[in-house]
């Protein structure tokens, strides 16, 4: 038996050993689209109680029309979801944003087209056929230089369509349009909708982590250890829905009900992302962001002219792509 000063002596080791929270400490993240199975792990965590254990209060901030960078950048959430696009343009242009996790380990996207067209074999043969896409100088640079790295002139016509592309491509009112395979290509997939489809990095585009879990400079050196408990508790989210598709998918489900009422979607969207290796690579990465992803992806953007400044010019000097991200906020104990 402890006598009462070895149990308090005892007590005070075991005291100093766990961190203590007098409460839990809130913690906001902005989503980028209404809930989908990039954003999985979160609700992961938050369901099997890895948040609370880490003496968080997380809140999942809805998608709205303001975009989630913008609200990380203005202190309205601590953290969003950001493509990689939003972050290096929005970063480029004044907005206090770092990367912190890598949800993707590579690139969901692709040029994608109905299977029974024949004469698109090649991207070269996308040369004056139509686009239907969603308006933006990146995926013209996007698409441009696979044509031109495949032989073409890299000249097409695009409708401005948003998400009604896919609908115009099913009924052939569009040639081609652009894809998150992991989400529209397996609902094509699922509706019996063969689609062919070229690989950007097949065609001289860098792999890239295509979205990321992204917070301020400001907020980081404020809530250091904060961040760090946050993004860990993140990572056992991720990590349990890889290794637990079926019981993660319906804790997505269960979370947002009145969005995802298709199982067979999310739950074959979870496992396209499990076994394209993208939130775990071959290697059992998960979460870590790769400098030389980075940097590739920022020389590509740069030298496309993509990045502008505050003022709307283009950026003449190259950024220091490093300041873009940070993988120390992935340690438990900062």
């Known amino acids: 038996m402890l006598d009462r000063r ?39 965590a938050q369901a099997k109680g890895f948040y609370a254990e880490a003496g968080l209060d997380v809140s999942i901030l809805p998608y709205s029309d303001t975009a989630a960078g913008t609200l990380v ?25 770092v990367a912190t996790y ?19 074999q090649r991207p070269k043969d996308l040369d004056g056929k139509i686009y239907g896409g969603f308006g933006s100088d990146w995926e013209k640079a996007l698409i441009g230089s696979i044509i031109r790295n495949d032989g073409g002139t890299g000249t097409f016509e695009t409708m401005t369509l948003g998400t009604s592309a896919y609908e115009a491509l099913a009924n052939g009112a569009v040639d081609f349009t652009l894809e998150v395979y992991t989400w529209e290509g397996v609902k094509a997939e699922l509706d019996g ?7 950007y990095a097949d065609f001289g585009v860098p792999d890239q982590h295509p979205n990321f879990i992204a917070s301020s400079r400001s907020y980081l050196d404020k809530n250091r250890q904060l961040a760090a408990d946050f993004i860990t508790a993140t990572k056992r989210g991720y990590a349990f829905a890889g290794d637990h598709p079926d019981e993660a998918t ?85």
């Open 6 to 44: 070895q149990f308090l002596a005892a007590s005070a080791i075991l005291f100093a050993a766990r961190p203590a929270f007098a409460q839990s400490r809130p913690v906001s993240i902005a989503l980028d689209w209404t809930p989908n199975t990039n954003h999985i792990g979160l609700f992961a």
């Open 73 to 97: 950048a203005n202190h309205v959430a601590d953290f969003g979801i950001l493509s990689a696009l939003a972050l290096f343009t929005q970063r480029s242009a004044g907005a206090d944003l």
């Open 102 to 120: 890598a949800i993707s380990q590579t690139e969901t996207g692709r040029i994608v087209f109905n299977a029974g067209r024949t004469d698109i």
């Open 193 to 199: 909708k063969p689609q062919r489809s070229f690989r």
């Open 250 to 334: 319906d804790m997505l489900i269960a979370a947002n009900s009145d969005a995802l009422t298709d199982r067979t979607l999310v739950r074959a969207s979870l496992q396209a992302l499990i076994d394209g290796h993208y939130l775990k690579s071959a290697d059992g990465v998960v979460g870590t962001i790769d400098p030389a992803k980075v940097e590739a992806m920022g020389d590509y953007l740069f030298n496309a002219g993509i990045l502008r400044d505050g003022n709307g010019e283009p950026v003449r000097d190259k950024p220091d792509f490093s300041l873009y991200y940070t993988n120390e906020y992935q340690s438990e104990r900062l």
